[in-house]
């Protein structure tokens, strides 16, 4: 596979339970990134690992947690969430460093409905 | 604080038409400018960037976009509308000084395109 995958593509959970999005980048890229896209909202940058340490912490609510075991893949663990929580969630990745002029690529995302 | 406006959240042109779609910045320093689309079911693709070499920025898929301090714009055009462009379109300002490639977006302009 090429460039930035993402499972599962849909996600429906209830408010109790458990579960966890993975996002897999397929182009040596150092930097990887989730986003929250909401209707009628900008993009939300909710967490930045470079080297697999995270960078950025966007005052995400504790029920995302996320983690990155090495600088190829991404987890975003769910519990407890909230049905505003709801969304499509995006994974991104990029070369890395101090880059203002990277390009960051994209999965398709994984769409989240929490009942 | 770096930000981006794109006015008008739907745009409707005819196929062959002119396309054109508004972004205007904040910035505090010189900005790193990005357009990215978006179609159905799909994550997010760069079009093109602006890193401050030439102020006419050419993209994939026959878009364009030109720089303009004085006016704080970016607007992305393209000469003859196609079916396929019906998307999605993102501006964004990459955000300095943060050891990382910060995005900030603005709120998309969704263009329709008729036969």
């Known amino acids: 596979e090429t460039g930035v995958t993402q499972t599962p593509r849909h996600l429906v959970m209830g408010m109790t339970n458990k579960k966890s999005l993975k996002c897999e980048q397929h182009?040596?890229?150092?930097?990887m990134y989730w986003y929250k896209q909401s209707a009628k909202k900008p993009l939300e940058l909710m967490f930045v690992?470079?080297?697999?340490?995270?960078?950025e912490n966007n005052s995400v609510p504790s029920r995302f947690s996320p983690e990155c075991p090495n600088s190829s893949h991404l987890f975003l663990h769910l519990h407890t969430l909230q049905p505003e929580d709801s969304a499509l969630y995006l994974c991104?990745?990029?070369?890395?460093?101090?880059?203002?002029?990277?390009?960051?690529?994209f999965g398709p995302g994984t769409r989240l409905t929490v009942l | 604080a770096q930000s981006v406006t794109q006015l008008g959240s739907h745009v409707s042109v005819s196929e062959g038409a002119l396309v054109l779609l508004r972004c205007n910045y904040s910035?505090?320093?010189?900005?790193?400018l990005f357009w990215y689309v978006q179609y159905p079911n799909q994550g997010l693709q760069l079009l093109l960037k602006?890193?401050?070499?030439?102020?006419l920025v050419k993209g994939i898929n026959g878009f364009e976009a030109e720089f303009k301090k004085s006016e704080t714009s970016f607007h992305l055009t393209k000469p003859s509308a196609h079916m396929s462009d019906a998307a999605e379109y993102f501006c964004?300002?990459?955000?300095?000084?943060?050891?990382?490639?910060?995005?900030?977006f603005g709120t998309g302009t969704r263009l329709l395109v008729s036969p």
């Open positions: 991104a990745s990029s070369q890395g460093g101090t880059g203002q002029g990277d390009t960051q690529y």
């Open positions: 182009l040596g890229h150092n930097a």
């Open positions: 690992y470079s080297l697999e340490e995270r960078v």
């Open positions: 910035s505090s320093v010189p900005p790193y």
């Open positions: 602006y890193t401050s070499a030439a102020t």
């Open positions: 964004a300002v990459s955000v300095p000084n943060t050891g990382f490639q910060k995005l900030v």
